[in-house]
């Protein structure tokens, strides 16, 4: 299949979100070889006025990555052992962005950046262009679930009960 372009990424978080579902992430390692996973669970962080999504404090030198035009990589660091894997969408100056919640059997955001051996060399990085990881043209999935946004608490009521988490039903 053919890697995903720059028009996919820059469409906005929530559709994207919806979009990689089933999509194939492969992460080529540094002796060459490829492993390749099945996106099966996403959330969208959309733009400053979203409460949840690290860009609502403003442009900061951890966020700087999220302004730029869909189809990067925004990794950060939490709890002092995770890694967690987003990709940029949308247009350059609105920050945005989708988690990557799940892969194939592997569920939850920290362990996915386990498996992948993200890190802090990621950030930044182009999907369009990258040799390490990119994501590939699948059949859309369509049979999906919603849910309310994982770990956010602090963003309020109305933000954190945003049906923005999506996850593909399991027979996928």
Request: net charge neutral; charged share 25%.
């Amino acid at each position: 299949m053919s890697r995903l372009n720059n028009s996919f990424f820059t469409q906005d978080a929530v559709t994207v979100a919806q979009k990689l579902l089933g999509k194939t992430l492969v992460r080529t390692w540094d002796d060459g070889s490829e492993s390749r996973y099945r996106i099966t669970e996403t959330e969208a962080y959309l733009g400053e006025e979203d409460l949840a999504c690290h860009a609502s404090k403003g442009r900061t030198a951890r966020t700087e990555i999220m302004y730029a035009e869909g189809g990067h990589i925004y990794v950060y660091f939490i709890y002092g052992m995770y890694w967690m894997l987003n990709f940029v969408t949308g247009d350059a100056g609105h920050p945005q962005a989708v988690l990557i919640r799940g892969i194939d059997h592997i569920i939850g955001s920290g362990k996915v950046g386990r498996e992948l051996k993200i890190n802090k060399s990621f950030y930044g990085e182009s999907l369009l262009t990258s040799k390490r990881i990119r994501i590939e043209d699948a059949p859309e999935t369509t049979d999906f679930e919603t849910a309310p946004r994982v770990g956010i608490d602090y963003a309020g009521e109305e933000w954190k009960n945003k049906p923005w988490r999506f996850i593909a039903k399991k027979n996928m």
